[in-house]
């Protein structure tokens, strides 16, 4: 049964922002943005192209407002417009992929950090059945999901089903039966998810896993479904399932990330500021501005095609609220070229290397100066702080907690605020290093998952795909104790120098782990180093050979999300591995990094 249908925006508001009103159409688009956000996020779970689609929805509905005759309809004609927004970006996706794939090519794997159904399950704290719920959207094809988009907010009271109806352009009934069979999809995938979390208890299953590349599918959905169903091993674990309609009554809309803030509460901007922003200079200089986002561009386009409000004394100027009274201008709408104003949106940045790229950092000479001429896009100190190393703009530090004695509480207040990523404790599988078993590292477990909101598991030396390794065992405990572990964190050094077969091997061991435990991956530490004898370090012209090759290779995995090479710093006249040298001048590896993907 759905919650009681909450309110929309007064028509006298809608009203207001339609005849012309500023300060109307700012509080309007700022009520409608959670509720667009919360519809896009989870039909695209979090794909990248989010804020983009979310973007478009609101200049679609500031050029159409004009055009709205009931305002009593506003709710229904918005969400109609954002799931018309989703299902063209589907179909553009699907039509890029369709042209653009290969055998090497996979869809993208969302990251944790912007998965829906992780960001559902960090954001509103669910646990036991609510977080399996969560989980169990991931299993639905692109039509289901987009349906439960609509049908989730139903049931948590912000849509009513005319909306929802409405939307779909369904009459009731049809939409009823639509969303009945969505929900058994739901229910299945749910148990599918349940039945998971106990494969151990049931070898057939188990067996079935190792044939699953592990991204949930609606074909995998449908092959797991039917053993659980007749299987007496994961039956039982399936049994006490609540209703979904009960699980999800009541919970609130997802908060808005940081990234979306600017629309709702942008900061004081002229109007010959936005008229420059807008020009192709001002539009370069918001493009490069820190921390503008192609939403917070689309706040400029909004202003721009309201008219400028009365002049008044500063005194009077009320800070934009969701709660401000609408003031009807009286003042003409103009008429501008719309398609022309938002076409000057610039597009998505292209940046110079992928999120992906990252390297481990120790202090040197000229370390901060390298670091920035390195083009890593992240970077990390084995430590929860960056040890006074400058960091440079579009570049993120990453905390870790390194070893037992770093669980104290100034380390951890550090890596909080570093966050949202948690690296955590480094090789335990050896004694040079952290050193810990696997109860001792479980152990300390509870302090690093609150520490870190995105927490990847110990970055192990070796054996990261061998049952009963370290890592199996680590991974065993944390589903045993229903503790939460994001990523999965791997080293790797090839001890075969010659380039194709050092990529061959990495590659084959990162898709084994991710076989094993279908979660994405961080490689931390890598690099063309044999330890068997003693350190034996590759030339510098062999590690620059594979790194060129090996980070293609890795732009291919979808579920490698961060790999960061071993290191940035190269000590002069010793054998090393290092990018930058003490003089700040790149090494072969070093230039070959800085053009890396």
């Given at each position: 049964?759905?919650?009681?249908?909450?309110?929309?925006p007064?028509?006298?508001?809608?009203?207001?922002?339609?005849?012309?009103?500023q300060r109307?159409?700012?509080?309007l688009?700022?009520?409608s943005l959670p509720?667009v956000y919360?519809i896009v996020?989870?039909?695209?779970?979090?794909h990248t192209?989010?804020?983009?689609?979310?973007q478009?929805?609101?200049i679609?509905?500031?050029r159409?407002?004009?055009?709205l005759?009931?305002?009593?309809?506003y709710?229904?004609?918005?969400?109609?417009?954002?799931?018309?927004?989703?299902r063209?970006?589907?179909?553009?996706?699907r039509?890029?992929?369709?042209?653009?794939a290969?055998?090497?090519?996979?869809?993208?794997?969302?990251d944790p950090a912007?998965d829906?159904?992780m960001v559902?399950?960090?954001?509103?704290?669910?646990?036991?059945?609510?977080r399996?719920?969560?989980?169990?959207t991931?299993?639905?094809?692109?039509?289901?999901?987009?349906?439960?988009?609509?049908?989730w907010?139903?049931?948590?009271g912000?849509?009513?089903?005319?909306?929802?109806?409405g939307a779909l352009?369904?009459?009731?009934?049809?939409?009823?039966?639509?969303?009945?069979?969505?929900?058994?999809?739901?229910?299945?995938?749910?148990?599918?998810?349940?039945?998971?979390?106990?494969?151990?208890?049931?070898?057939?299953?188990?067996?079935?896993?190792?044939?699953?590349?592990?991204?949930?599918t609606?074909?995998?959905?449908?092959?797991f479904?039917?053993?659980?169903?007749?299987?007496p091993n994961?039956?039982?674990?399936?049994?006490?399932?609540?209703?979904l309609?009960r699980?999800l009554?009541g919970?609130?809309?997802?908060?808005?990330p940081?990234?979306?803030?600017?629309?709702?509460?942008?900061?004081?901007?002229?109007?010959?500021t936005v008229?420059?922003a807008?020009?192709?200079?001002?539009r370069?200089?918001?493009?490069?501005?820190?921390g503008v986002?192609?939403?917070a561009i689309?706040?400029?386009?909004?202003?721009?095609?309201?008219?400028?409000?009365?002049?008044?004394?500063?005194?009077?100027?009320?800070?934009?609220?969701?709660?401000?009274?609408?003031?009807?201008?009286?003042?003409?709408?103009?008429?501008?070229?719309?398609?022309?104003?938002?076409a000057?949106?610039?597009?998505?940045?292209?940046?110079?290397?992928?999120?992906?790229?990252?390297?481990?950092?120790?202090?040197a000479?000229n370390v901060?100066?390298s670091?920035a001429?390195?083009?890593a896009?992240?970077?990390y100190?084995w430590?929860s702080?960056?040890?006074?190393?400058?960091t440079?703009?579009?570049?993120q530090f990453?905390?870790m907690i390194?070893a037992?004695?770093?669980v104290?509480?100034?380390?951890?207040?550090?890596?909080?605020?570093?966050?949202?990523?948690?690296l955590?404790?480094?090789?335990p599988d050896?004694a040079?290093?952290?050193?810990?078993?696997?109860?001792?590292?479980?152990?300390h477990?509870?302090?690093?998952?609150?520490?870190?909101?995105?927490?990847?598991s110990?970055g192990?030396?070796f054996?990261g795909?061998t049952?009963?390794?370290?890592?199996?065992?680590?991974?065993?405990?944390?589903r045993?104790?229903?503790y939460?572990v994001?990523?999965?964190?791997?080293?790797?050094y090839?001890?075969?120098?010659?380039t194709?077969p050092?990529?061959?091997?990495l590659?084959?061991?990162?898709?084994?782990?991710?076989?094993r435990y279908?979660k994405?991956?961080?490689?931390?530490?890598?690099a063309?180093?044999?330890f068997?004898?003693g350190t034996?370090?590759?030339?510098?012209?062999?590690?620059?050979?594979f790194?060129t090759?090996?980070?293609?290779?890795?732009a291919t995995?979808?579920?490698?999300?961060?790999?960061?090479?071993?290191?940035?710093?190269?000590?002069?006249?010793?054998p090393?591995s290092?990018?930058?040298?003490?003089?700040?001048?790149?090494?072969e590896?070093?230039?070959?990094f800085?053009?890396?993907?």
């Amino acid at each position: 049964m759905a919650s009681q249908v909450r309110s929309g925006p007064d028509t006298a508001l809608v009203a207001a922002a339609r005849n012309g009103d500023q300060r109307a159409l700012d509080t309007l688009v700022a009520d409608s943005l959670p509720l667009v956000y919360n519809i896009v996020g989870r039909a695209l779970n979090g794909h990248t192209d989010v804020d983009d689609v979310v973007q478009e929805t609101l200049i679609r509905v500031v050029r159409g407002l004009p055009g709205l005759r009931d305002l009593s309809a506003y709710r229904s004609w918005l969400v109609a417009i954002a799931v018309r927004q989703v299902r063209d970006h589907e179909q553009d996706r699907r039509s890029e992929n369709h042209r653009t794939a290969d055998l090497d090519t996979a869809t993208e794997m969302p990251d944790p950090a912007s998965d829906f159904a992780m960001v559902t399950i960090l954001r509103l704290g669910l646990t036991d059945q609510r977080r399996e719920v969560a989980e169990a959207t991931r299993w639905l094809d692109n039509d289901d999901r987009a349906l439960l988009a609509l049908w989730w907010l139903e049931e948590t009271g912000e849509l009513g089903r005319a909306d929802l109806a409405g939307a779909l352009n369904l009459s009731p009934r049809h939409a009823a039966v639509r969303v009945q069979r969505m929900k058994e999809q739901v229910q299945t995938a749910h148990m599918v998810v349940r039945a998971l979390q106990n494969a151990a208890t049931c070898p057939e299953l188990r067996s079935m896993t190792w044939d699953w590349d592990g991204i949930p599918t609606p074909l995998w959905r449908k092959r797991f479904s039917r053993h659980i169903r007749e299987c007496p091993n994961c039956t039982p674990h399936t049994r006490g399932l609540i209703p979904l309609d009960r699980l999800l009554s009541g919970l609130p809309l997802i908060p808005i990330p940081v990234g979306f803030a600017l629309l709702v509460q942008p900061p004081p901007i002229e109007v010959t500021t936005v008229a420059h922003a807008l020009s192709p200079g001002g539009r370069a200089a918001v493009a490069a501005g820190a921390g503008v986002t192609t939403i917070a561009i689309a706040t400029l386009v909004i202003t721009q095609l309201m008219p400028a409000p009365p002049e008044r004394p500063p005194a009077q100027a009320a800070p934009l609220t969701t709660s401000a009274a609408p003031v009807v201008s009286k003042s003409p709408r103009p008429s501008p070229s719309l398609d022309r104003v938002a076409a000057s949106i610039p597009a998505k940045p292209v940046t110079a290397a992928s999120s992906k790229k990252g390297v481990a950092v120790w202090n040197a000479p000229n370390v901060s100066q390298s670091l920035a001429k390195s083009q890593a896009r992240w970077y990390y100190t084995w430590a929860s702080h960056t040890n006074g190393i400058t960091t440079p703009k579009d570049t993120q530090f990453i905390p870790m907690i390194r070893a037992a004695e770093n669980v104290n509480s100034e380390a951890l207040a550090q890596a909080k605020n570093a966050g949202p990523y948690l690296l955590s404790f480094n090789e335990p599988d050896l004694a040079a290093q952290a050193n810990m078993t696997v109860e001792e590292a479980l152990s300390h477990w509870p302090k690093l998952m609150k520490a870190g909101r995105i927490l990847g598991s110990p970055g192990v030396a070796f054996g990261g795909d061998t049952p009963g390794s370290w890592l199996d065992r680590f991974m065993t405990g944390a589903r045993a104790r229903n503790y939460r572990v994001d990523f999965i964190t791997l080293h790797w050094y090839g001890s075969d120098f010659r380039t194709q077969p050092a990529v061959s091997h990495l590659k084959s061991y990162l898709a084994a782990v991710y076989k094993r435990y279908g979660k994405p991956i961080w490689l931390t530490e890598y690099a063309l180093i044999d330890f068997s004898n003693g350190t034996t370090y590759a030339s510098d012209s062999q590690q620059a050979a594979f790194l060129t090759a090996s980070t293609k290779m890795l732009a291919t995995l979808p579920y490698v999300h961060r790999y960061a090479w071993f290191g940035l710093p190269a000590e002069t006249g010793k054998p090393n591995s290092g990018l930058f040298r003490e003089d700040g001048s790149a090494t072969e590896s070093g230039q070959a990094f800085q053009v890396a993907q």
